[in-house]
């Protein structure tokens, strides 16, 4: 662990991390036995591949399985092992309709038919589409490119899946479909992106922009305005290597004549408005 990165509760880190995290990344900020803590008290709880999420998406299976219903929504999202912008902080979960069960209500709730659904969890591309019907913008394009990235989704399937749809939210559930990435690498750049997508830029995940003979991919790029946006972050920013790196990279942009811009993951996740404002300027 870095001097210079700061060491937060287990549970926390797993939070910033997007709901679910491998150890190696988990590790700058978090001891093991802070980890194993964690689980122990029911904070964290391990999945697959050596990971940890978050304990709100198991109380979901357990809720949606006593009133017989399922897991979806967010909860789902991060039971399918994605990374989620605003990882849950209570269950979502899906009961048959008709069900007239409420001793285990929870704000979110909701009602469909469940023929085709498994016994726990939504599917992988139901649970993208419900997400994008009920979640913000930037937060649902979050879990469409986790879905995308760790391959449970596949691109066509996705649009295919949106052209005829209709009701509430059927206009972002386009929307988001065909804005969803999977190059995006974690849920910090899909929201950087997102808030880059409202003020009418043309962003791209992960754009290829060549100078001094190599192949750059800023976080979010725009070729036609020549805009680079970056999502910078502690984890993989913090030691002396990365930080020469950094500035060898901007500057090359700029000589180039890209315009760099760089927002902190605190920035991108929790004052949104002003990092529309500054993109704005651009678009």
Do not use: K
Not at 26 to 54: I, M
């Amino acid at each position: 662990m870095t001097a210079d990165q700061p060491r937060v509760p287990a549970a926390q880190a797993v939070r910033d991390l997007g709901g679910v995290a491998r150890w190696a990344d988990l590790r700058p900020r978090v001891t093991r036995h802070a980890l194993r803590e964690a689980v122990r008290r029911g904070e964290l709880s391990r999945c697959d591949h050596g990971r940890y999420r978050v304990a709100e998406a198991d109380e979901a299976l357990v809720l949606a399985r006593r009133i017989g219903g399922v897991a979806s929504h967010l909860s789902a999202a991060v039971l399918h092992g994605w990374e989620v912008a605003r990882p849950p902080t209570d269950a979502w979960f899906t009961v048959p309709r008709g069900s007239r069960r409420r001793d285990v209500w929870t704000p979110h709730t909701y009602r469909a038919d469940l023929v085709d659904e498994p016994d726990d969890v939504t599917r992988p591309l139901r649970t993208v589409l419900d997400c994008a019907r009920r979640l913000p913008f930037e937060e649902a394009l979050a879990v469409a490119d986790s879905a995308l990235r760790h391959g449970d989704v596949e691109p066509l399937e996705l649009r295919i899946a949106t052209e005829r749809v209709g009701g509430r939210g059927a206009g972002q559930l386009r929307r988001v479909a065909a804005h969803a990435d999977g190059r995006a690498a974690n849920p910090f750049e899909s929201v950087l992106r997102a808030h880059a997508l409202e003020v009418g830029l043309d962003a791209v995940a992960q754009l290829a922009v060549r100078v001094e003979g190599r192949v750059l991919h800023p976080d979010v790029g725009d070729a036609g305005r020549r805009l680079a946006v970056e999502a910078e972050s502690w984890a993989y920013h913090g030691d002396a290597d990365a930080f020469r790196s950094d500035c060898w990279r901007h500057t090359v942009l700029a000589v180039a004549g890209w315009r760099v811009l760089r927002f902190t993951w605190q920035q991108v996740m929790h004052d949104g408005a002003w990092v529309r404002r500054c993109l704005a300027a651009f678009a």
